[in-house]
């Protein structure tokens, strides 16, 4: 047995860039572990930075200096997020209000719904099942009301972190555009000076990476968009605060699209009832789902992830598990990353052979 760890051991850390790896790998799941919370503004400025790194890098080509393509192509951002924000944000908080406000209407609705179907059916409906079912989702409904006033008490703080972040944020992404080589340059003075399997790992994850990241903006553009055109068609209420849902739910996979079809049910059930409209709205819902997972996915991330479903539900599962929503919401990256450790990891065979050998 000591044989078979030591031969593995030899196979798989002989290298001193493997070691170097894993050290880097273990030192960076520790940093963030322990300063995740610190270390998200500088997590959204990586994001922003690397979506807005492709127009920089054209407007660059036509001899525009780095530091003037970056402040334009941040100003535009910029300027289209606080106008989206002008229009949208009212609404969305409007609406918001106004659902929290008919919440319990639509579930006492559904309570008295429920309680309903032992005298229509008795035969397959259990009234003890049914008194359960009430119970538990009562009990969980005051969860989430002691969970919404703690909230409250702490929205103030969260508020003046979100003035500071949108003085910060800005201001770091500005300069990892318009020092990007230096920054690199400085970053690299860190590193193994035998580094050729670092930088391998590195072009695959940062090639992987920026399509990831273009292809979730233009997935939760397009999958909220049409959301909204088919909400606004039917004349659901909420339409957009439900389209924000669904276009943001593509962040997380498989997961965020059955969580947000609850809202979506319980306000098309509140507002219709069991009817063919209804029926419509959910087939509406699961065709844009469909096309979203089958059609626009295919196109827009052929190249960014070769993963397995189940090893991005497990991701979601494991990353979301140690660092909250920031961990759910990059997990397909983590993943990435850690296939392409697996891939570029070094397997000395002839060690192997030559311990056999001899």
Same mark, same amino acid.
């Given at each position: 047995?000591?044989?078979?760890?030591?031969?593995?051991?030899?196979?798989?850390?002989?290298?001193?860039?493997?070691?170097?790896?894993?050290?880097?790998?273990?030192?960076?799941?520790?940093?963030?572990?322990?300063?995740?919370?610190? *270390?998200?503004?500088?997590?959204?400025?990586?994001?922003?930075?690397?979506?807005?790194?492709?127009?920089?890098?054209?407007?660059?080509?036509?001899?525009?200096?780095?530091?003037?393509?970056?402040?334009?192509?941040?100003?535009?951002?910029?300027?289209?997020?606080?106008?989206?924000? *002008?229009?949208?944000?009212?609404?969305?908080?409007?609406?918001?209000?106004?659902?929290?406000?008919?919440?319990?209407?639509?579930?006492?609705?559904?309570?008295?719904?429920?309680?309903?179907?032992?005298?229509?059916?008795?035969?397959?409906?259990?009234?003890?099942?049914?008194?359960?079912?009430?119970?538990?989702?009562?009990?969980?409904?005051?969860?989430?009301?002691?969970?919404? *006033?703690?909230?409250?008490?702490?929205?103030?703080?969260?508020?003046?972190?979100?003035?500071?972040?949108?003085?910060?944020?800005?201001?770091?992404?500005?300069?990892?555009?318009?020092?990007?080589?230096?920054?690199?340059?400085?970053?690299?003075?860190?590193?193994?000076?035998?580094?050729?399997?670092?930088?391998?790992?590195?072009?695959?994850?940062?090639?992987?990476?920026?399509?990831?990241?273009?292809?979730?903006?233009?997935?939760?553009?397009?999958?909220?968009?049409?959301?909204?055109?088919?909400?606004?068609?039917?004349?659901?209420?909420?339409?957009?605060?439900?389209?924000?849902?669904?276009?943001?739910?593509?962040?997380?996979?498989?997961?965020?699209?059955?969580?947000?079809?609850?809202?979506?049910?319980?306000?098309?059930?509140?507002?219709?009832?069991?009817?063919?409209?209804?029926?419509?709205?959910?087939?509406?819902?699961?065709?844009?789902?469909?096309?979203?997972?089958?059609?626009?996915?295919?196109?827009?991330?052929?190249?960014?992830?070769?993963?397995?479903?189940?090893?991005?539900?497990?991701?979601?599962?494991?990353?979301?598990?140690?660092?909250?929503?920031?961990?759910?919401?990059?997990?397909?990256?983590?993943?990435? *990353?850690?296939?392409?450790?697996?891939?570029?990891?070094?397997?000395?065979?002839?060690?192997?052979?030559?311990?056999?050998?001899?």
């Amino acid at each position: 047995m000591l044989d078979i760890l030591n031969r593995w051991y030899r196979q798989k850390f002989s290298d001193p860039q493997a070691a170097a790896i894993l050290v880097i790998f273990l030192l960076g799941i520790v940093i963030f572990y322990f300063f995740g919370k610190v *270390l998200i503004p500088l997590v959204v400025a990586i994001v922003i930075a690397y979506l807005l790194d492709w127009p920089v890098e054209s407007l660059s080509r036509f001899k525009i200096g780095r530091k003037a393509a970056s402040s334009l192509v941040l100003f535009l951002f910029l300027f289209v997020v606080v106008v989206a924000l *002008l229009f949208l944000l009212p609404t969305i908080v409007r609406q918001g209000t106004n659902l929290l406000y008919e919440y319990p209407a639509m579930l006492h609705s559904g309570q008295a719904w429920l309680e309903s179907l032992p005298a229509r059916y008795p035969e397959i409906v259990d009234a003890k099942l049914v008194e359960t079912i009430v119970s538990s989702v009562q009990e969980r409904l005051m969860v989430l009301g002691n969970d919404v *006033l703690r909230w409250s008490f702490t929205s103030i703080g969260s508020l003046a972190n979100i003035v500071v972040y949108a003085i910060l944020v800005p201001l770091m992404v500005f300069f990892m555009l318009a020092d990007k080589k230096s920054l690199q340059s400085q970053i690299t003075r860190f590193l193994p000076s035998n580094r050729s399997l670092l930088t391998a790992i590195s072009k695959e994850m940062n090639g992987q990476i920026v399509n990831y990241i273009r292809g979730k903006a233009t997935e939760i553009l397009i999958v909220g968009g049409a959301s909204y055109l088919v909400f606004a068609f039917m004349d659901l209420r909420y339409s957009l605060l439900l389209a924000v849902l669904v276009g943001l739910s593509v962040v997380i996979p498989f997961v965020g699209a059955f969580a947000v079809t609850i809202p979506v049910a319980m306000v098309g059930l509140f507002q219709w009832g069991f009817t063919a409209q209804f029926g419509y709205l959910i087939l509406a819902y699961m065709i844009i789902q469909i096309l979203d997972g089958n059609v626009l996915v295919p196109i827009l991330f052929s190249e960014a992830v070769n993963l397995h479903p189940l090893a991005i539900v497990m991701a979601v599962m494991v990353f979301g598990g140690l660092w909250g929503v920031w961990g759910v919401f990059f997990a397909i990256p983590l993943a990435t *990353l850690v296939k392409a450790v697996i891939n570029a990891w070094p397997h000395n065979e002839n060690s192997d052979e030559n311990s056999s050998a001899g």
